[in-house]
T-cell receptor
Framework: DGGITQSPKYLFRKEGQNVTLSCEQNLNHDAMYWYRQDPGQGLRLIYY???????QKGDIAEGYSVSREKKESFPLTVTSAQKNPTAFYLC??????????????FGDGTRLSIL | GQNIDQPTEMTATEGAIVQINCTYQ??????LFWYQQHAGEAPTFLSY????GLEEKGRFSSFLSRSKGYSYLLLKELQMKDSASYLC????????????FGSGTQLTVLP
């Protein structure tokens, strides 16, 4: 079955530590996205990538970094510069910009907490 | 920029009909999506509107008025499993065509 796989499901970060969240898709989608969701709030865009080897900052990119070396993979690193990283992180993918009526499909999320 | 407003919470009874409203103010518009999200899970796609009018899909319907910046999601024959958060998301008209999400409406279905 095609889909988006995020790992791990739960992650704990120590002070001063960088952590990387994995996102893999086998839907052959060109575009991939990372969102952050805080309790009782909507999704806020961190980074997105429309094509391999290219990515753009979203609304809340500070303290995060990404890479897009392969079409299937879009890992997110939460750096020590992100002072309030506790949140639910969702990865999504969609067909390219030519398919504007196509929805984004989401992974099951990673819940990140501070130790 | 985009601004999207939805009610924070709604309660309805099993078997009833509920309408969840969404208003938006955007610098461009290229479609509106509704997603359902159960607690701790991924959002799942429900509907898409880009032209004015009603889109029906089983027990779920979604309406759009672009001139009023207004949409609603209509859920009929409510079931307990419909208890979830419902997210309205607008795709902007820029080159990136990003989605901006509302804060979601938490629907509780009572027996």
């Amino acid at each position: 079955d095609g889909g988006i796989t995020q790992s791990p499901k739960y992650l704990f970060r120590k002070e001063g530590q960088n952590v990387t969240l994995s996102c893999e898709q086998n839907l052959n989608h060109d575009a991939m996205y990372w969102y952050r969701q805080d309790p009782g709030q909507g999704l806020r865009l961190i980074y997105y990538s429309q094509i391999v080897n290219d990515f753009q900052k979203g609304d809340i990119a500070e303290g995060y970094s990404v890479s897009r070396e392969k079409k299937e993979s879009f890992p997110l690193t939460v750096t020590s510069a992100q002072k309030n990283p506790t949140a639910f992180y969702l990865c999504a993918s969609s067909m390219g910009l030519s398919f504007s009526n196509q929805p984004q499909h989401f992974g099951d999320g990673t819940r990140l907490s501070i130790l | 920029g985009q601004n999207i407003d939805q009610p924070t919470e709604m309660t309805a009874t099993e078997g009833a009909i509920v309408q969840i409203n969404c208003t938006y103010q955007t610098s461009g518009f290229n479609g509106l999506f509704w997603y359902q999200q159960h607690a701790g899970e991924a959002p799942t796609f429900l509907s898409y509107n880009v032209l004015d009018g009603l889109e029906e899909k089983g027990r779920f319907s979604s309406f759009l008025s672009r001139s009023k910046g207004y949409s609603y999601l209509l859920l009929k024959e409510l079931q307990m499993k419909d208890s979830a958060s419902y997210l309205c998301a607008v795709r902007d008209g820029g080159s990136a065509r990003q989605l901006t999400f509302g804060s979601g409406t938490q629907l509780t279905v009572l027996p």
